[in-house]
């Protein structure tokens, strides 16, 4: 079945420092592919995604490229900032089974200090 | 509405309790999904709406689980004398379509229920 793995939080970073999230994931089909944020106290929101190999999805300074050979979508960002203390989610949705139900991964953590 | 609603914000159950939990999506959107996140988890798939139509169902842990969507709108995921396990934030989310493979989730806030 269709799994995604991300590596553990808390990230913790300084304001301004360079940030990487590691996603890798297992997939039936050929997955489109998401990165979904979860400020405290709010639901989940897609931040960006991506829908075939090497695409590079990008929002808010953040980008993550769709690599089908390592089967990974790393989420970077230059020059984090305080606002961006948040729980990242990767995802993918590929269809598998017939009905296009996105799998998630557990969330790393991010906190970022001033 | 703006978004994505989900009632109540809380709810604290004592084992064997029946509980409801309310969903409203955003008018107007197709598909509907209830998904379980335990602490420090990220979202299980526990079941998926196109309308009124519960077309898969295929994560509901038991029997004890039940979800409906009667007019295609509001949702309500109900649990069954409640056991300690099911405690865990309840999600829900909302799509635009009928949930091709690159249509974007809009999530509410959830339900979280602890089961005393």
């Not at chain 2, 598909?31 to 979202?43: E, I, K, M, V």
Request: charged share 20%.
């Amino acid at each position: 079945g269709d799994s995604v793995t991300q590596m553990e939080g808390p990230v913790t970073l300084s304001e301004e420092a360079f940030l990487t999230i590691n996603c890798t994931y297992t997939a039936t089909g050929y997955p489109s592919l998401f990165w979904y944020v979860q400020y405290p106290g709010e639901g989940l929101q897609l931040l960006l995604k991506a829908t075939k190999a090497d695409d590079k999805g990008s929002n808010k300074g953040f980008e993550a490229t769709y690599r089908k050979e390592t089967t990974s979508f790393h989420l970077e960002k230059g020059s984090v900032q305080v606002s961006d203390s948040a729980v990242y989610f990767c995802a993918l949705s590929d269809g598998a089974g017939g009905s296009y139900i996105p799998t998630f991964g557990r969330g790393t953590s991010l906190i970022v200090h001033p | 509405g703006a978004g994505v609603s989900q009632s109540p914000r809380y709810k604290v159950a004592k084992r064997g309790q029946d509980v409801a939990l309310r969903c409203d999506p955003i008018s107007g959107h197709v598909s509907l999904f209830w998904y379980q996140q335990a602490l420090g988890q990220g979202p299980e798939f526990l079941t998926y709406f196109q309308n009124e139509a519960q077309l898969d169902k295929s994560g509901l842990p038991s029997d004890r689980f039940f979800a409906e969507r009667p007019e295609g709108s509001v949702s309500t995921l109900k649990i069954q004398r409640t056991q300690q396990e099911d405690s865990a934030v309840y999600l829900c989310a909302s799509s635009m379509g009928t949930g091709g493979r690159n249509e974007k989730l809009f999530f509410g806030s959830g339900t979280q229920l602890s089961v005393l």
